[in-house]
């Protein structure tokens, strides 16, 4: 991940300021310090000010910001394992090792989210074979989020709004959501790391440098590996806006689709600015394919106007779904592809569509070049 060059100039700063601080404390009472110490200092605060995107090249892990613990769940919607807090006081979601994890949103016919069903509503199939629920939950669980936002020049007059919207997720979301930007162009920054803190994420959202092209495709790849490393929530998210096709990634759509669908990895959320028709075709297939894939939704909105109100309904959908874990009939240990699909049925209601992930891959992640 490249920082940008006010982030090289401000460590420098703060590297010289502390060693001249700490010459002259030795200067005064050379008994009380040991040079060894200076070495440690220097390195903690250069320590704290880098938070670098992890890629597949550069596993560099970034630090995070402790949470307050989430609210008490809904009585009596709980079965298998449950929330709890670690020593830090941040939200964890336990699960067994054996357990696949999936984030479910089921609508009925008429587009309504449905969020009164029980376990026994669903069931759920891999490769096409029923597996046993182990552990459901009806409530609101705090999400680790990457907001992702194109910073190529076509961006420029559009992200004063998209900036605004990306914040007013923010606000609909959890409160015990943790929340990193990214800002991406034909290179891609980690702008601010895993924090709750709004003026925080404002001002990473600020960090505006439009012009170049459009690496989506190594933006998306490097976020959900920085999620997988860093983030301590268990349930992930990605939320991206762009409104070109991808034409600087290292990395092809099927690499990033491939990346995407570790087991329990990220559900991606995009809104697409597409306009004119010149690639458009190619990009809107490439959103819609990453949010599918994951659980998530491709919003292809006429105008930016609508773009708030579309952050606005993603915050809704992720604070409104269900969580159920099975454990595979098909030990983990044989890897391998699994598709998966899980079907609500419940007295009352006519047919209900339930909205997950598509599959996963078993076992440890494939590297993204993997065919």
């Given at each position: 991940?490249?920082?940008?060059?006010?982030?090289?100039?401000?460590?420098?700063?703060?590297?010289?300021?502390?060693?001249?601080?700490?010459?002259?404390?030795?200067?005064?009472?050379?008994?009380?310090?040991?040079?060894?110490?200076?070495?440690?200092?220097?390195?903690?605060?250069?320590?704290?000010?880098?938070?670098?995107?992890?890629?597949?090249?550069?596993n560099q892990a970034a630090?995070?910001?402790?949470?307050?613990?989430?609210?008490?769940?809904?009585?009596?919607?709980?079965?298998?394992?449950?929330?709890?807090?670690?020593?830090?006081?941040?939200?964890?979601?336990?699960?067994?090792?054996?357990?696949?994890?999936?984030?479910?949103?089921?609508?009925?016919?008429?587009?309504?989210?449905?969020?009164?069903?029980?376990?026994?509503?669903?069931?759920v199939y891999e490769n096409?074979?029923?597996?046993?629920?182990?552990?459901?939950?009806?409530?609101?669980?705090?999400?680790?989020?990457?907001?992702?936002?194109?910073?190529?020049?076509?961006?420029?007059?559009?992200?004063?709004?998209?900036?605004?919207?990306?914040?007013?997720?923010?606000?609909?979301?959890?409160?015990?959501?943790?929340?990193?930007?990214?800002?991406?162009?034909?290179?891609?920054?980690?702008?601010?790391?895993?924090?709750?803190?709004?003026?925080?994420?404002?001002?990473?959202?600020?960090?505006?440098?439009?012009?170049?092209?459009?690496?989506?495709?190594?933006?998306?790849?490097?976020?959900?590996?920085?999620?997988?490393?860093?983030?301590?929530?268990?349930?992930?998210?990605?939320?991206?806006?762009?409104?070109?096709?991808?034409?600087?990634?290292?990395?092809?759509?099927?690499?990033?689709?491939?990346?995407?669908?570790?087991?329990?990895?990220?559900?991606?959320?995009?809104?697409?600015?597409?306009?004119?028709?010149?690639?458009?075709?190619?990009?809107?297939?490439?959103?819609?394919?990453?949010?599918?894939?994951?659980?998530?939704?491709?919003?292809?909105?006429?105008?930016?106007?609508?773009?708030?109100?579309?952050?606005?309904?993603?915050?809704?959908?992720?604070?409104?779904?269900?969580?159920?874990?099975?454990?595979?009939?098909?030990?983990?240990?044989?890897?391998?592809?699994?598709?998966?699909?899980?079907?609500?049925?419940?007295?009352?209601?006519?047919?209900?569509?339930?909205?997950?992930?598509?599959?996963?891959?078993?076992?440890?992640?494939?590297?993204t070049g993997t065919q």
């Amino acid at each position: 991940m490249r920082r940008r060059n006010d982030f090289a100039l401000l460590i420098a700063f703060l590297l010289i300021t502390q060693l001249l601080a700490t010459s002259q404390t030795t200067a005064a009472s050379p008994a009380q310090e040991h040079p060894a110490a200076v070495s440690s200092q220097s390195s903690s605060v250069a320590g704290s000010q880098s938070a670098p995107v992890s890629t597949p090249q550069s596993n560099q892990a970034a630090g995070q910001s402790g949470s307050a613990p989430a609210p008490t769940g809904q009585p009596g919607s709980n079965a298998g394992q449950g929330p709890d807090a670690n020593d830090s006081g941040t939200f964890v979601f336990k699960s067994e090792v054996e357990e696949v994890v999936l984030h479910a949103t089921v609508i009925d016919n008429k587009q309504h989210l449905v969020t009164n069903l029980n376990k026994n509503s669903f069931t759920v199939y891999e490769n096409g074979r029923a597996q046993p629920i182990t552990s459901f939950r009806n409530e609101d669980i705090p999400v680790a989020m990457c907001i992702v936002v194109d910073n190529s020049g076509s961006m420029r007059e559009k992200r004063e709004k998209v900036n605004a919207a990306a914040l007013n997720l923010v606000r609909s979301s959890n409160p015990n959501d943790e929340v990193c930007i990214v800002n991406f162009n034909d290179e891609y920054y980690l702008d601010q790391d895993f924090t709750s803190s709004i003026n925080k994420l404002k001002e990473g959202l600020e960090k505006i440098e439009a012009r170049g092209g459009t690496a989506l495709y190594d933006a998306v790849v490097a976020t959900a590996t920085h999620l997988k490393e860093s983030a301590k929530l268990e349930k992930k998210v990605i939320f991206v806006v762009t409104d070109g096709d991808d034409n600087e990634s290292a990395e092809t759509l099927e690499q990033a689709v491939r990346r995407l669908s570790a087991e329990n990895g990220p559900t991606v959320y995009a809104i697409g600015l597409l306009e004119g028709e010149e690639h458009v075709r190619h990009a809107r297939r490439a959103l819609q394919i990453m949010c599918e894939r994951t659980g998530g939704i491709a919003f292809l909105p006429k105008t930016l106007d609508e773009v708030d109100a579309i952050s606005r309904t993603v915050a809704h959908d992720i604070r409104n779904q269900y969580t159920i874990g099975y454990k595979p009939t098909t030990p983990k240990d044989q890897g391998g592809y699994r598709e998966v699909r899980v079907d609500a049925k419940a007295s009352g209601y006519g047919k209900l569509t339930v909205r997950t992930r598509s599959g996963y891959y078993a076992g440890p992640e494939p590297p993204t070049g993997t065919q």
